[in-house]
């Protein structure tokens, strides 16, 4: 875990401490994609969220906000201190991803299945202007039983859009238990490389496999490219990691403690 | 058929969730013909036990509500009465075409619990809280579009509907609402409710506006106001009846309702007293998008309390 990912991880548990419930599960599961792509790979400007020449990123797992706006708060797009209004009434900081109200969201969701398209949109936009930004994408695996993901995959595959990369976190979970048990995608990398994708599966918790892969997709020309993130939901907090319980968590006293004991490793960590 | 009306509503433990859990069971174990089916959201709605219970009865979709309609056509063409239950934007917006063409066009059955009305969304927010559910069930045609008034209510309904063709679009909070009926009551689709008479105007809501009617009617009182209150959970087919005879016997109609003033309640009321000589005064979401907070908070901000109620009353008598 790198200085960047364990911040992130604190910032999140913090603000949904704080909250007293969220999506835990599917916030950590994503901390280490996010941790590459903003340190390391997008093009942004902190200071200017708006800014054309940016690459974006469409958060499709909506509800795993907390993990984004710890990310954004850290590369400086707003203060650390706004993390703490998470889902208060009136917040610039809903539970789900908002672009009107959190500066550095670049698309709204909330609704499983809109955001890979939304995604697809932006990168055929840039295709059209003939730009070089890159546009990201994160969905979840329980995210895939929505046939609108397949109609997304298609368009991209047929319209070449190489400058999009779609991260599936592969976390085996979803609301309601184990995506084997709910919907069995069978083998999601092989499925999403017979569309046409260039695909990888990778350990998702491993920075330097995630940039080698977003490094090897930014480079394949002609396709769009799948990076299957094989992860653990609520990764960083071992009492709930691959807990069927730890998609939305309204906190007891007891996970409180446990809560607690984790940020004050992180914080150790961080010394 | 017979309602029993409390004198006064009592604060309720019920969770309306519990009831769907409880009764689906119950009507599951008569009733093999029935399928219950899911969209991921079972936690949410409390079905386990009912999967548990009835796995041959009960399918967890996954994550697909548009399938999920189509899926629960095909299970009426076989003589199946699917219920499907999602959070109501995911079962009316998410799957609308499905449920209009698959299910209402092709004269199949499907009773749809649409689960956290309005601003009961709370902190799920914008993209989870429903102003329009009600509005786009309505546009399907004959279908039948029902909000809940208490579990009491809840219960009889879908017991009722269970055995009943078509479409019905069944609205309903999760969490435990103020009970306004005894036990025993059974209720009348297309019958609206006087809950309270009252002879200077009428408050007809649904859903947890009735309880801020019932404050209402009690803060008018004391400025000398006597306000009917009218429980309309039939929104489709309205009560045309009840409404005109109420237009008829006090001077203002407001309506109360936790959705969009366009397309639900107030809509449905406006467009059943368009020949009549009466002025309607509507209370609800104006022509707005949600967002996250408490609901408290939340009906305090989208004008849903007692005193907009109030307000309506007075500024238009
Ligand atoms: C269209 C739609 N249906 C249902 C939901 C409710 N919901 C929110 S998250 C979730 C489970 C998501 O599972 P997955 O995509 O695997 O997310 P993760 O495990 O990464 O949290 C569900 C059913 C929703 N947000 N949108
Ligand atoms: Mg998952």
């Not at chain 2, 009426?76 to 075409?97: E, L, Q």
Request: proline share 2%; hydrophobic share 40%; charged share 20%.
């Amino acid at each position: 875990m790198s200085t960047f990912s364990n911040e992130i991880r604190l910032e999140t548990l913090k603000m949904l401490k704080t909250r007293g419930f969220g999506h835990l599960g599917g916030s950590m599961s994503i901390v280490d994609t996010l941790a590459v792509l903003y340190r390391d790979i997008m093009k942004i400007d902190p200071s200017n969220p708006s800014w054309s020449e940016r690459d974006y990123l469409v958060l499709s797992k909506g509800h795993a906000g907390p993990a984004l706006y710890a990310t954004l708060a850290l590369k400086g797009y707003f203060d650390l201190s706004l993390l703490q209004t998470l889902n208060n009434n009136g917040t610039s900081l809903p539970s789900h991803c908002d672009r009107l109200l959190t500066p550095g969201i670049d698309m709204t969701t909330g609704s499983l299945g809109q955001g890979i398209s939304s995604a697809v949109g932006i990168a055929k936009a840039l295709k059209i202007e003939n730009k070089p930004n890159r546009v990201f994408t994160i969905i979840g695996d329980g995210e895939l039983d929505e046939g609108q993901c397949y109609e997304a995959l298609m368009f991209s595959y047929h319209h070449k859009l190489d400058n999009l990369i779609v991260f599936v976190d592969e976390n085996k979970l979803q609301l309601d238990g184990y995506t084997v048990d709910i919907l069995d995608q069978k083998n999601i990398t092989e499925k999403i490389a017979s569309f046409g994708f260039h695909t990888v599966k990778v350990d998702g918790h491993n920075e330097e496999k995630i940039k080698e892969a977003i490094i090897n997709a930014m480079n394949t020309k002609h396709v769009p490219s799948c990076i299957v993130l094989d992860t653990v939901k609520a990764k960083g907090v071992k009492a709930f990691e691959g807990d069927i319980g730890n998609h939305h968590i309204r906190f007891s006293k007891q996970q409180e403690i446990i809560i607690d004991e984790v940020i004050k490793q992180l914080e150790e960590a961080l010394k | 058929m017979s309602v029993h009306i409390l004198d006064t509503a009592i604060q309720s433990s019920q969770e309306l969730r519990s009831t769907y859990a409880e009764t689906l069971g119950e009507l599951i174990a008569e009733n093999k013909k029935i399928v219950a089916l899911e969209a991921d959201l079972m936690g949410a709605i409390k079905t386990k036990s009912v999967q548990d219970a009835y796995p041959n009865n009960f399918v967890n979709c996954g994550i697909m509500e548009a399938n999920m309609v189509g899926v629960a056509s095909g299970l009426s063409v076989r003589g199946f009465t699917p219920f499907m239950h999602t959070f109501g934007p995911f079962a009316t917006r998410r799957c609308f075409d499905q449920l209009f063409l698959s299910i209402g066009y092709s004269k199949l059955t499907l009773k749809v619990i649409g689960s956290d009305a309005g601003v009961s969304a709370a902190h799920n927010g914008g993209t989870h809280m429903p102003f329009e559910d009600l509005g786009l069930a309505r546009l399907i045609p004959n279908s039948t579009v029902l909000e809940m008034s208490d579990h009491i209510m809840f219960k009889d309904i879908l017991k009722q509907v269970s055995s009943l063709p078509g479409l019905h679009y069944i609205r309903m909070v999760r969490k435990a609402m103020d009970q306004l009926y005894r036990e025993d009551s059974t209720f009348e689709i297309g019958k609206g409710i006087v809950l309270r008479d009252g002879s200077d105007c009428t408050i007809i809501a649904t859903g947890i506006m009735l309880i801020e009617a019932i404050k209402a009617r009690e803060l008018l009182a004391s400025e000398g106001i006597s306000a009917a209150v009218i429980d309309m959970f039939t929104i489709k087919p309205i009560d045309q009846k009840l409404l005109i005879e109420y237009a008829k016997k006090t001077k203002l109609l407001v309506t109360a309702e936790n959705h969009n003033i366009i397309g639900g309640l107030g809509s449905s009321v406006l467009e059943a007293l368009a020949l009549e000589q009466v002025r309607v005064a509507r209370v609800g979401v104006l022509d707005r998008f949600g967002q996250v907070g408490t609901q408290d908070f939340l009906q305090e901000e989208y004008n849903l309390t007692a005193l907009d109620i109030v307000k309506a009353v007075k500024e238009n008598l």
